[in-house]
């Protein structure tokens, strides 16, 4: 069955350190993998894909992913966190010929000023 | 920009009502689906639409039904509320499978079943 992992119910960086929010995914298949952001009563907001090529992905507001085939994970980072990054983080994967996207449980990113 | 539109972002029922969410997207996409979002579990999927009035269940259809008699719109039917559909409830839209296009959500319905 596919599935998507987000181990981590909260992470706390400081504003300007490097922030990464980690994500690995079970499927049969080649994956189409993607970062959401949402904040506070708003729905998901896209940030980036990996669909194939490059594995670094470079997405809306700094963010970026690497894609790593072996360990199966599909890690979101910014070199630099804001504040105003503070929000709720999903990872979601769907192969292709499929209707359905399989959502992790989220992250919730605090930047601490 | 694709546009997705939720009619109601907060809404407070009663046990037993019937409860309509409507849902309308203007980029004439074929693929439209309703999530329930509960902290802690994430998105599950209710139902999923790919063409104008074809279904499919999705991971937690009991209690609800859908409509979409327009390609535009989907509407999403509690038919009789419990307070167990206390819930934050997204519509979202992409076009067809076959290329990894992402998913695009209106803001969410809160709904509150008292």
């Known amino acids: 069955a596919q599935s998507v992992a987000q181990p981590e119910d909260q992470v706390n960086v400081a504003e300007g350190n490097p922030l990464t929010v980690k994500c690995t995914y079970s499927?049969?298949?080649?994956?189409?993998l993607f970062w959401y952001v949402q904040y506070p009563n708003r729905g998901l907001q896209f940030l980036l894909k990996?669909?194939?090529?490059?594995?670094l992905v470079k997405g809306s507001y700094g963010f970026e992913a690497e894609f790593n085939k072996s360990q199966t994970s599909f890690h979101l980072k910014k070199p630099s966190a804001l504040v105003s990054d503070s929000a709720l983080y999903f990872c979601?994967?769907?192969?292709?010929?499929?209707?359905?996207?399989?959502f992790g449980t989220g992250t919730r990113l605090k930047v601490l000023a | 920009d694709v546009k997705v539109t939720q009619s109601s972002r907060y809404l407070v029922k009663r046990t037993g009502e019937k409860v309509f969410l409507e849902c309308v997207q203007d980029?004439?996409?074929?693929?439209m689906f309703w999530y329930r979002q509960d902290p802690g579990l994430g998105l599950r999927l209710i139902y999923f639409?790919?063409?104008?009035?074809?279904?499919e269940k999705g991971d937690i259809p009991e209690g609800y039904s859908v409509s979409r008699e327009k390609k535009e719109r989907f509407s999403l039917i509690l038919e009789s509320a419990s307070t167990n559909q206390t819930s934050m409830y997204l519509c979202?839209?992409?076009?067809?499978?076959?290329?990894?296009?992402?998913?695009?959500f209106g803001d969410g319905t809160r709904l509150s079943i008292l």
């Open positions: 979202a839209s992409s076009t067809p499978t076959g290329g990894g296009q992402p998913q695009h």
């Open positions: 499927v049969s298949g080649n994956p189409y």
């Open positions: 990996y669909i194939t090529g490059d594995n």
């Open positions: 979601a994967v769907k192969t292709s010929g499929t209707y359905k996207y399989i």
């Open positions: 980029m004439d996409h074929e693929n």
């Open positions: 639409s790919y063409d104008v009035k074809m279904k």
